[in-house]
């Protein structure tokens, strides 16, 4: 079986929101779809180690902020490669409050939709949670951020709470890579983000031809936002 053949599925890149109490938590999710059209329905599919799922657990409530197309990557590392046991999400981040008092972003968001759970399905590592839609409006004009997007053009990797998460170790990075130099390449142990010393990183002004270990002390994984320490140098791995 060539599980590959699930990447032409198409997807989305969504921030799903809940809360539990007066807290609130959100999570990136890629996998979101109308059910019906008539007393509409939408299911939405999270991972259950996240602390979002607990939240909606409890609540049986969520929002779906759609993003656009020109995300930055910290912003969605935020809310995709960060734990909300760790941080606060939503601190700095523009958002207003739905119908049941769950956040939905202002912030690089083009639409958001209010749900209440009415079933779920458990499907093992996730949780499908299906929800009555119970608002929805349209926050400004602009194309979706498509998962293939995400992927290609802007260079963003799968968290590991993905549906669609394939295993990526660096040794497979290597492989597709094998007629490149990777003497200048560090990966992200965390991500997967490939630092890559012809690219550099716009996102922090770092200019083509830096090499790593020029890099600022307290420069930052431009997706998950971990330090240098927790990146590797590809030529060294696996031997």
């Known amino acids: ?19 539990r109490g007066n807290k609130f938590n959100a999570c990136i999710v890629n996998s979101v779809f109308q059910v019906t059209a008539e007393n509409p329905t939408i299911a939405i599919s999270v991972a259950k180690n996240n ?7 409890e609540s049986k409530v969520f ?4 993003l656009k197309k020109d995300t930055p990557l910290p912003f969605i590392g935020k809310f995709g490669f960060k734990s909300g046991r760790n941080i606060d999400k939503f601190n700095d981040t523009k958002y ?4 049941t008092g769950v956040p939905f972003l202002r912030e690089n968001s083009i639409t958001y939709i209010e749900a209440e759970v009415i079933n779920s399905t458990d499907v093992g590592t996730h ?32 968290s590991k709470n993905a549906p ?4 990526q170790s660096a040794e497979n990075i290597i492989i597709k890579e ?18 890559d010393f012809n690219i550099g990183d716009d996102i922090h002004g770092i200019k083509s031809n830096t ?29």
């Open 63 to 66: 929002t779906i902020s759609i």
């Open 127 to 158: 949780t499908i949670f299906i929800g009555k839609i119970i608002e929805c409006e349209n926050l400004c004009k602009n194309e979706p951020l498509t998962y293939s997007y995400y992927h290609k053009v802007k260079g963003g990797k799968s």
């Open 178 to 195: 094998k007629k490149e130099d990777l003497k200048m390449k560090y990966v992200c142990d965390i991500c997967g983000y490939v630092y």
């Open 1 to 19: 079986m060539n599980l590959s053949a699930l990447f032409n599925l198409t997807y989305g890149i969504y921030v799903i929101s809940s809360k």
């Open 164 to 167: 669609t998460f394939a295993q």
């Open 51 to 57: 602390l979002t799922h607990e939240f909606i657990t």
């Open 96 to 99: 207003d409050l739905g119908i």
């Open 211 to 239: 090499e790593f270990k020029d890099l600022p002390d307290d420069w930052k994984c431009p997706i998950c936002g971990v330090g240098k320490k927790q990146f590797t140098k590809l030529n060294k791995i696996g031997g």
